[in-house]
């Protein structure tokens, strides 16, 4: 299918703390395919949006708007951010091939 020879780091979202700080737990590193573009995209909300990656992880990932992702690309710069929309894209007969996470 598609090489997955990059890496993401996603962290669950566990609340927030006695603060109101955002909490996470620690990161699991996945491997993936994430791509670096500019086309226009659905939110959950049903607003339009550009997003900066698109991330392709295989199978069905636990993934949430509220989770914290993070990738690094080959330039080394790294991108920490909440999904805007995450979907699944399954084959015909209904399994789940990819879980695709797009990113603002």
Do not use: H
Request: overall charge negative; some cysteine; glycine content about 6%.
């Amino acid at each position: 299918m598609i090489p997955l020879y990059q890496k993401c780091k996603i962290s669950k979202y566990n609340g927030k703390d006695s603060w109101g700080k955002v909490t996470y737990s620690n990161p699991v590193e996945y491997p993936c395919r994430f791509d670096e573009q500019t086309d226009v995209v659905t939110d959950a909300n049903g607003k339009e949006f550009i997003p900066t990656v698109t991330i392709y992880l295989e199978g069905l990932i636990d993934v949430e708007l509220a989770d914290l992702v993070q990738i690094e690309n080959e330039l080394g710069e790294v991108i920490k951010r909440n999904p805007a929309r995450v979907k699944v894209l399954r084959d015909f007969s209904g399994v789940p091939l990819f879980t695709v996470i797009y990113l603002k």
